[in-house]
């Protein structure tokens, strides 16, 4: 459950467990966070960000100060893709994720992190999940890819796969990497949110950074306390999308009989473009 926001405890879920976002009802407090936030992510990611993001937020309007209306946002959102942000209480279960994805509605907490622990995130919060992940669902291609993934979601249900398709979330949509002609770029909204790990995941020597590949980021186990241990890159949306599209049956039949990665292992058929020292985990990481 969320963190001391009465206005989630106050409201009963429907049966998709959405609640209303109630934005009138953020305090002045709140928004100054999120323009806080917002301003200090902008400082941190130029030249760091994928250019789709940054034209998602324009796109969106999404840096017209404060906590952004999840109504207007959504007028915008459905003429440009389709999609709709909903509001939910905080995490919920895999199968209603999935279906949302399912139907082009991408889920997001409604209470903002507390402006003295700015860094510090006990579970995703709306700048998370509103700046980290909605830009991108105004490109068409990874609009696609994310509603793909949400009836893939509803599929792998059938085969006791959760552990596959978290895994191809976590090394993709929340921390993935992709080349640019300018170089190296962040598109995943864990790292985009997250002003120390933009940094780390592009520039620092500790960790991995591979060429993606769906079998091998299915065997990887991943962090979900610290910054990452590998990253992996794709070359563009339409990758990501290919790769994806084959039917994923055989794949969740065979997984299982072969051996699973650590997250800092590097494996002799991967296309490495940095071999990490991993001398932050080794040294106890962020503690
Ligand atoms: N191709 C996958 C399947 O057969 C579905 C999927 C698409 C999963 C895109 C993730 C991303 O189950
Ligand atoms: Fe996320």
Do not use: C
Request: charge should be negative.
């Amino acid at each position: 459950m969320p963190v001391n926001d009465p206005i989630v405890a106050e409201q009963t879920p429907r049966a998709d467990l959405t609640i209303d976002q109630k934005w009138d009802l953020y305090s002045r407090e709140e928004h100054e966070i999120w323009n806080t936030l917002y301003d200090r992510q902008m400082g941190v990611l130029k030249g760091r960000a994928a250019p789709e993001h940054f034209r998602g937020l324009e796109l969106l309007n999404l840096n017209e100060g404060g906590i952004p209306d999840f109504r207007r946002v959504n007028e915008k959102l459905m003429k440009l893709t389709g999609w709709q942000v909903v509001t939910v209480p905080g995490l919920i279960p895999e199968k209603e994720f999935y279906d949302h994805l399912a139907n082009r509605r991408f889920v997001s907490g409604r209470f903002i992190r507390d402006g003295d622990r700015l860094d510090y995130l006990p579970e995703p919060d709306i700048f998370h999940d509103v700046f980290g992940h909605v830009p991108l669902l105004t490109q068409p291609v990874f609009a696609d890819y994310m509603q793909a993934y949400g009836e893939g979601g509803l599929r792998s249900l059938q085969f006791d796969a959760i552990k596959r398709m978290a895994r191809l979330y976590w090394y993709t949509v929340e921390f993935g990497l992709i080349r640019s002609d300018e170089g190296l770029r962040i598109y995943g909204a864990g790292i985009v949110s997250s002003r120390g790990e933009s940094i780390f995941s592009l520039e620092a020597r500790s960790p991995n950074r591979i060429h993606f590949d769906l079998e091998r980021v299915m065997r990887t186990d991943y962090r979900y306390d610290d910054y990452q241990q590998t990253y992996f890159v794709i070359d563009s949306y339409d990758e990501l999308m290919e790769a994806t599209a084959v039917d994923f049956a055989p794949l969740y039949e065979r997984l299982p009989t072969l051996p699973e990665f650590k997250p800092s292992d590097v494996q002799p058929g991967d296309t490495v473009y940095q071999k990490g020292t991993q001398e932050y985990a080794m040294s106890g990481g962020l503690k």
